[in-house]
């Protein structure tokens, strides 16, 4: 996942927002749609619903980096393929401080899309907040005679249904990909926006060692959560973990004198 970018093919889609080139790649649909068949009582407009919104959520993530890149004077393309999205651009003149907003800038951008959508309903008169993995619903307290409920693997999220077609589920679908999304691109784990981060400031902090350390950061971090997986019998988080745990042991093998690379 986010390692390198394929090859055009003729079912390409392309397009531009705010002039910048996006290229979705076949694989992207298929990947997405394979994640959203989780459960067999899925139904197909289910699925649409799910691929949507995490064409939506991703599109957004990567025109957050896209964005703040051409703030700085970058000239960025998005490409989302697989399992994720890469937004690229040729760097003109280098600074930590640039370099780290446009990696926060991805997440960012998710989060700010889930308040967004977490004010809607709440303007809207539709009670929605969190609670507890098995904490039941007080449907009086909360004032609603039904509930959606979505897991947030950590918590569960909660709203009252706005009955309007397939805006339920897409609200629910939603607000999983950009806060589970946003948060899982945090952690320092190569090649995730995290791993960025943190090997900028291992690097500002010591240029000689900083590299090795943020490696070995992403391969402990990675090889951890993958091991919470496993515990959790979540085989997905943990072939995706331990995938990354593996790539970032492969490049700490192969790391001599290994430069910046610009693509996330
Ligand atoms: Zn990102």
Avoid: K
């Avoid at 749609?33 to 067999?40: A, D, N, R």
């Avoid at 889930?114 to 009086?140: E, K, N, Q, W, Y």
């Amino acid at each position: 996942m986010l390692v390198g970018e394929p090859p055009p093919t003729q079912a390409d889609l392309r397009f531009r927002i705010f002039g910048i080139p996006v290229r979705v790649h076949p694989f992207f649909w298929l990947v997405a749609l394979l994640l959203g068949m989780g459960g067999s009582e899925t139904r197909p407009v289910d699925a649409l619903v799910w691929v949507a919104a995490v064409f939506f959520s991703i599109l957004i993530h990567e025109m957050g980096h896209a964005l703040a890149a051409r703030a700085h004077g970058w000239y960025p393309s998005i490409t989302l393929y697989g399992l994720g999205g890469l937004a690229t651009y040729a760097p003109t003149h280098e600074s930590l401080r640039s370099r780290l907003l446009i990696s926060l800038a991805g997440p960012g951008a998710g989060f700010l899309l889930a308040t967004a959508i977490v004010a809607g309903v709440r303007l809207s008169g539709h009670p929605i907040g969190l609670v507890g993995r098995s904490t039941p619903l007080d449907f009086d307290a909360i004032g609603a005679p039904a509930l959606m409920r979505q897991s947030l693997v950590l918590v569960d999220l909660y709203f009252a249904p706005l009955a309007m077609g397939q805006l339920d589920p897409l609200i629910a679908d939603l607000l999983y990909v950009n806060l589970l999304w946003g948060v899982v691109n945090l952690f320092p784990i190569y090649p995730l926006d995290g791993g960025q981060i943190a090997r900028e400031l291992l690097v500002a902090a010591n240029p000689h060692e900083g590299i090795r350390r943020s490696l070995w950061l992403s391969v402990g971090c990675a090889a951890g959560l993958a091991g919470i997986a496993l515990s959790q019998n979540s085989v997905f988080s943990m072939l995706m973990f331990g995938y990354l745990a593996y790539v970032s042991y492969r490049t700490l093998q192969a790391y001599s004198g290994w430069g910046r690379s610009d693509r996330w």
